[in-house]
């Protein structure tokens, strides 16, 4: 079973910057990233598959970046220019498959982590 342990997410100013990892238990072709805020529904933020393959909600698109280092088998997501709608819980979620025609579908992944808090203050 794959194990997903969220990290670096706390407290910034608007405009400001953060990094979040996500350390997998084992391997994983397809990872994602998904936050949740309070009532509301999990939005799928920005997923890559096996061949680096991105996908991003429109959301954040220009200001997200998901990147993974192979090597230590670490995905991260960089978030910079946050605004406080950025304000979510964050989790991280993964797929043993190469790709998918959905990846920021939440039904995709049966993989995920305990999550990490992102607050973003104006």
């Known amino acids: 079973q794959v194990q997903l342990v969220e990290s670096g997410g706390g407290s910034v100013q608007a405009g400001g910057s953060l990094r979040l990892s996500c350390a997998p238990s084992g391997y994983s072709y397809s990872m994602a990233w998904f936050r949740q805020a309070p009532g509301k529904e999990r939005e799928g933020v920005a997923a890559i598959d096996r061949y680096s393959s991105t996908t991003y909600a429109d959301s954040v698109k220009g200001r997200f970046a998901i990147s993974k280092d192979n090597a230590k088998n670490i995905l991260y997501l960089q978030m910079n220019s946050l605004k406080p709608e950025d304000t979510a819980m964050y989790y991280c979620?993964?797929?043993?498959?190469?790709?998918?025609?959905?990846?920021?579908?939440?039904?995709?992944?049966?993989?995920w982590g305990q999550g990490t808090q992102v607050t973003v203050s104006s």
């Open positions: 979620a993964a797929r043993l498959l190469a790709t998918m025609t959905f990846p920021l579908r939440a039904y995709q992944y049966n993989y």
